[in-house]
């Protein structure tokens, strides 16, 4: 079975553009989640999908945006760049999206801001 | 205070010791908790899940809840140099996962 898949995997950016990245759950999976990993902050939780439904959201800006589609792959476009943005973006999938979800994670996309 | 908080690293431990992690959360309305293990350079990789209080067993792996104590910890026994790599601490509640820092493992041959 395969694993979730993120594209691009690796982006770089300027100040003030916008960016979108993309992120197929693993076959089955209708839960996804979003997470972003910085040295400095760790991972942190920017909001999760089911069935097209934002169903939490995290403490980041509004310029942070998700959408999910009818066959679960997630998209998550940052717009305005900023320096802080540069991070590794993590999608993670899981079946049903309750409590007790178990999420696996893609490999990441590495964005840097210039 | 913040919501997960893992002890302090890195630790380091003889191959074929047991490693012990420990974690503990704020939020008393948690409801499941896992551990994942982050290889340098990779995502995270979920190891263990535990929903309940006590132990759960999986190989090498061993993990304890208690929510009274709010306390998650896990055990890695006979250490291999292959466990080296950082450890997660993740705890959900409401469709998200809060993470701690992470406790970076390293078994020394």
């Known amino acids: 079975k395969a694993g979730v898949t993120q594209t691009p995997r690796y982006l770089i950016k300027t100040r003030g553009q916008q960016v979108t990245l993309s992120c197929s759950p693993i076959?089955?999976?209708?839960?996804v989640s979003w997470y972003q990993q910085t040295p400095g902050q760790g991972l942190q939780f920017l909001f999760e999908?089911?069935?097209?439904?934002?169903?939490n959201k995290g403490n980041f800006p509004g310029r942070f945006s998700g959408r999910q589609f009818s066959n679960s792959r997630s998209e998550m476009n940052v717009s305005t760049l900023e320096l802080g943005d540069s991070a590794l973006y993590l999608c993670?999938?899981?079946?049903?999206?309750?409590?007790?979800?178990?999420?696996?994670f893609g490999p990441g996309t590495r964005l840097t801001v210039l | 205070q913040k919501e997960v908080e893992q002890n302090s690293g890195p630790l380091s431990v003889p191959e074929g010791a047991i490693a012990s992690l420990n974690c503990t959360y704020s939020?008393?309305?948690?409801?499941?908790f896992f551990w994942y293990r982050q290889y340098s350079g990779k995502s995270p990789e979920l190891i263990m899940s535990?929903?309940?209080?006590g132990d759960k067993e999986d190989g090498r792996f061993t993990a304890q809840l208690n929510k009274a104590s709010q306390y998650v910890s896990l055990l890695i026994r006979d250490s291999q140099p292959s466990d080296s790599a950082t450890y997660l601490c993740?705890?959900?509640?409401?469709?998200?996962?809060?993470f701690g820092a992470g406790t970076t493992v390293t078994v020394r041959a």
């Open positions: 993670a999938s899981g079946l049903a999206g309750g409590a007790y979800n178990e999420q696996f």
């Open positions: 076959s089955g999976h209708r839960s």
């Open positions: 999908y089911f069935s097209e439904t934002q169903r």
């Open positions: 939020d008393r309305g948690s409801q499941s």
């Open positions: 535990i929903y309940s209080n």
């Open positions: 993740a705890v959900g509640r409401d469709y998200k996962l809060s």
